[in-house]
């Protein structure tokens, strides 16, 4: 995996193959960011990585100077890595070792943008309850975006506050937000 854009542009870091971690893949988080871009100035941005895995994601938001970033996985192994990567690189990613579910259920924690990569292998109803309890929590900040990465096989076009999706190769991004002038 390597860092596509900002301070840490192009290092590269590998995660051992023991933790549990399906990366998003180098062009699909570039086609994320983009989109991103043209949207948001990062250093003003707080981010909430959900299912973090090996935090690729939380990693591409400290490269470009994202304001604060919070890493949520259950996987310890997982933890420790983004630590280890996250000290080595100097970035400003705080973890939490915790089930998302019950982290969302609990936090009071509100973010720009909450990004959530599951499991490919949930069902809608798993991946509509992530939106659920972000949005009946209000967990998102005025203007803020919900995005859920899955398989190009799950239609999630039917969960409330969809806005749209964006698909790259085996993968699509889900974007949800609220109805402009709510929130």
């Known amino acids: 995996m390597r860092i596509i854009s900002g301070k840490y542009k192009g290092r590269r870091f590998n995660a051992p193959k023991n933790l549990p971690a399906r990366p998003t893949t180098d062009m699909a988080k570039e086609a994320l960011f983009n989109i991103l871009n043209n949207t948001y100035y990062f250093d003003e941005l707080s981010v909430l990585d959900l299912f973090a895995g090996i ?59 909450i990004f959530a990569d599951p499991p490919y292998t949930f069902e809608t109803k798993q991946f509509a309850a992530i939106s659920k309890l972000i949005f009946d929590r209000e967990l998102l900040n005025d203007g803020g975006l919900l995005i859920i990465e899955h398989s190009k096989h799950t239609d999630l076009s039917d969960v409330e506050h969809y806005s749209y999706s964006k698909k790259y190769g085996g993968s699509t991004f889900s974007f949800f937000q609220y109805p402009e002038g709510i929130a």
């Open 55 to 113: 935090g690729s994601i939380s990693l591409e938001f400290a490269s470009r100077g994202a304001a604060q970033i919070v890493s949520v996985d259950n996987h310890a192994g997982c933890i420790r890595y983004i630590n280890s990567v996250s000290k080595e690189f100097n970035a400003n990613i705080t973890t939490i070792k915790s089930d998302v579910f019950k982290f969302l259920e609990r936090t009071s924690l509100k973010a720009d943008i």
